[in-house]
């Protein structure tokens, strides 16, 4: 099952189970649209995988299996040029 982490990686913005804007790869490295696109051309900066739109969990199965609270940031060149601008 997946985590549903609450941020990107890379920018630390808000990523909520319901957002739209989320991008994984198959090890669940979460990034924002902005930064998976803009900052890795839609690959993960971790393991090379693609990153694509992570899926939305319905309210009826977040409250049996909550998204992870667990905020997650890591220091990639790429990120720290992005955030510098």
């Not at 992570?54 to 990120?79: D, G, I």
Request: neutral net charge; contains cysteine.
């Amino acid at each position: 099952m997946l985590k549903l982490k609450p941020n990107c990686e890379c920018c630390d913005v808000d990523l909520p189970p319901e957002s739209r804007d989320a991008r994984i790869c198959t090890f669940e490295c979460t990034f924002c649209a902005d930064c998976a696109d803009n900052n890795f051309d839609g690959y993960c900066p971790n393991c090379g995988g693609e990153l694509v739109r992570r899926p939305v969990r319905t309210s009826e199965y977040l409250l049996k299996h909550p998204a992870s609270m667990e905020r997650f940031v890591k220091k990639h060149s790429q990120c720290q040029a992005a955030l510098s601008r």
